[in-house]
């Protein structure tokens, strides 16, 4: 059976981040992607122009019409931009209580453009994140999820993510470094049982970053839907993220801050001939 992936999220009109960059990582994971929309932007390289929420209710009929005919073994969301369209996004998916969410708390593009509303963050912090099997905040997302100042060495940033398990009831939470100072990216995958996997990768010297927190959660939903288990799913994603930023920042796409190359392997190997 072919494996299924969910992506609950924001369009990206430039196409790096966003549905377009989740599908785009289902698809170089060999996994089948299936999409809900929950906001169209006005979007490139070089910043957020426009955001268009789309109505909760029809956000809950998109849930249910692709849960009613595909097997989706793992969902993701990305931007929900209203808490109107959080409370829809999860109070529907209860009705599928099985199916693991790798949360990415968007809040804020790339660009530094706002792209969730500020009366959100509570439904964010207590309605959406219990509900995850996985959290994927950066450095100023954990910060701002904590009220807290930003976590400036490796200790704070564990402190941080076990604050952020166990206040808000999350099973996990993989802390991103990508903001951080050192000269490794280092992630924590920290679980509510108490354990703490680090990943330490060489940080890559590119602004061409755009869509990194969606291709990194994305994948990590791709790979939940294989049937892999979490810490499995998180390393693979880390080494795919690692490789499409170094991609992207080898052939720049628009005038901005230009997307990670989700679609390397593919172009490595080449269509059927």
Do not use: W
């Not at 494996?3 to 369009?11: D, E, Q, R």
């Not at 809900?36 to 029809?58: K, R």
């Not at 390397?264 to 269509?271: M, N, T």
């Amino acid at each position: 059976m072919v494996p299924i992936a969910l992506t609950i999220a924001g369009s990206d009109s430039s196409g790096g981040a966003g549905i377009q960059a989740d599908l785009k990582t289902f698809t170089a994971l060999g996994v089948y992607g299936a999409s809900v929309l929950t906001a169209l932007t006005a979007q490139n390289t070089q910043g957020v122009q426009g955001v268009l929420p789309v109505e909760p209710s029809f956000v809950t009929e998109q849930i249910r019409s692709v849960m009613s005919d595909l097997e989706v073994g793992a969902a993701k969301t990305g931007m929900l931009a209203t808490a109107a369209v959080i409370n829809a996004v999860v109070t529907t998916l209860k009705e599928f209580p099985e199916i693991p969410l790798v949360v990415d708390p968007v809040m804020v593009a790339t660009s530094g453009d706002v792209l969730l509303q500020a009366d959100a963050i509570d439904a964010v912090r207590h309605v959406l994140l219990p509900r995850a099997r996985l959290v994927t905040p950066n450095l100023p997302e954990a910060a701002r999820l904590l009220d807290a100042t930003l976590a400036e060495t490796e200790a704070a940033v564990e402190e941080q993510g076990r604050e952020i398990c166990s206040r808000f009831g999350c099973k996990a939470v993989l802390m991103k470094g990508g903001h951080g100072t050192s000269v490794d990216a280092v992630d924590l995958l920290i679980e509510g049982s108490g354990k703490t996997l680090r990943l330490s990768t060489p940080r890559i010297d590119t602004r061409h970053t755009h869509g990194t927190g969606c291709t990194l959660s994305a994948a990590i939903a791709a790979l939940l839907a294989t049937g892999a288990d979490l810490e499995t799913a998180v390393q693979r994603a880390k080494a795919f993220i690692q490789d499409a930023i170094e991609h992207g920042a080898r052939n720049p796409i628009g005038k901005g801050n230009g997307p990670v190359d989700h679609l390397y392997a593919i172009r490595r190997h080449g269509p059927p001939v």
